[in-house]
C-alpha cells in the first residue's frame, strides 16, 4: 500500500463531498493550509483514512503540533501504521 497515494485519493474524496478545489498538484511540500481542505475537510479527511487505515495517529500517537505540509501529514500515518505492525 503506498500511503502518499491513499491520503491523495482520500483528500480528493472529501474535496468532491465537501466542494473545495484542491489545488494540483499535492506535492511534499504543499502546505496543508494551501491545499483547497478547510478545517472540516481535515476532520472529514482524517475520519475517512480512520476507515480506511485502521489508524487515528492523531489520538493514538498524541500528536502535539499540526502538521505543515503535506509530507508531514504523509509521515504522521506512516508512523502510525508501522506501530500497529509492531
Known sequence: MNI???VIRAMRGVAELSDCQL???IVPDTLLL???LDSLGYAMLVAQLEEEL???PFT???IKVYPATFAEFVAIYA???EQ???
Open 54 to 56: 485502521g489508524i487515528d
Open 84 to 86: 500497529t505492525r509492531d
Open 34 to 36: 494551501q491545499s483547497g
Open 79 to 81: 508512523q502510525g501504521l
Open 4 to 6: 502518499e497515494q491513499t
Open 60 to 62: 493514538e500517537l498524541a
Open 23 to 25: 489545488i494540483e498538484p
